[in-house]
């Protein structure tokens, strides 16, 4: 009965494959499945130097401006960040289609890509994750996610808990919904997001070292909120990884 099962699952898949051939999801290339080879030549690293704080592109010599801003309202809630990738092209197309496309296939190859520059091309350096005991994505309100089917942070985060052997842990929360930050200045953005991160079991992170990941570091200010959160709950360092920044 199982074989006979198996059996008819493959010929369905394939009767499906007829009717509507594979496409990539970015470029609706046929013959492609969910990300063609193409669209992931096209997601572009960023290139040095960049600020070893925030690990955005900076000048030579030149002090960080993200980090001056940074410093002015009371430093970073992180204590480093790295971006996989530069936010343009393919793979912003690609985030936007998994964030407001609700294609949610995208977020398995997405959060590889990222998992395989965090852990293999060396974007987070040995000392840093010799100090990561825990992983945690950045959290959507309920109602948000509900609405959306699922967390994109935490299906980029999957994949870097496989590979590395790490908890993933969900005992992060956002306690209030905030509006769209997409458009919003960077004002805004730090009062929208201001006190409405929460963390439901505060043993979780106590001592110890959390890979912050989220989709986007566009002014830092979610991702500093949330490391916040995770140092007032005991965590002793907040590294944030993300997909991609600005260039």
């Known amino acids: 009965m199982a074989v006979l099962r198996q059996t008819l699952s493959y010929a369905w898949n394939g009767f499906l494959d007829l009717v509507y051939p594979p496409r990539c999801l970015i470029c609706e290339a046929e013959g492609e499945t ?39 309202r009371g430093g970073w809630g992180f204590d480093a960040a790295r971006a996989a990738g530069i936010y343009r092209g393919p793979l912003r197309e690609g985030i936007h289609l998994l964030k407001y496309g609700k294609q949610e296939l995208l977020g398995e190859p997405l959060g590889a890509f ?25 959290p959507l ?23 590395s052997d790490l908890p993933l842990s969900g005992e992060l929360r956002r306690i209030r919904r905030t509006p769209k930050q997409a458009m919003a200045s960077g004002d805004d953005r730090r009062r929208n997001v201001t006190r409405h991160m929460f963390v439901a079991d505060r043993k979780a992170f106590s ?5 912050l990941v989220d989709d986007v570091f566009t002014t830092g200010t979610t991702t500093s909120a949330c490391a916040a959160a995770l140092k007032d709950a005991g965590a002793t360092k907040v590294i944030v990884v993300t997909l991609a920044t600005g260039g």
């Open 141 to 163: 309100h309920w109602t948000r996610q509900w609405k959306r089917g699922f967390n994109q942070a935490r299906l980029l985060a999957e994949p870097i808990a496989q590979q």
């Open 34 to 72: 969910v990300i063609c080879e193409r669209c992931a030549a096209g997601f572009t690293p960023l290139e040095e130097p960049l600020c070893a704080t925030c690990g955005r592109p900076q000048s030579p010599g030149v002090p960080c401006p993200d980090c001056a801003r940074a410093a002015k």
């Open 207 to 211: 001592g110890k070292g959390v890979l």
């Open 114 to 138: 990222l998992a395989n520059r965090c852990l293999t091309e060396g974007l987070l350096p040995p000392e840093l994750l010799r100090e990561i005991d825990i992983i945690a994505p950045v």
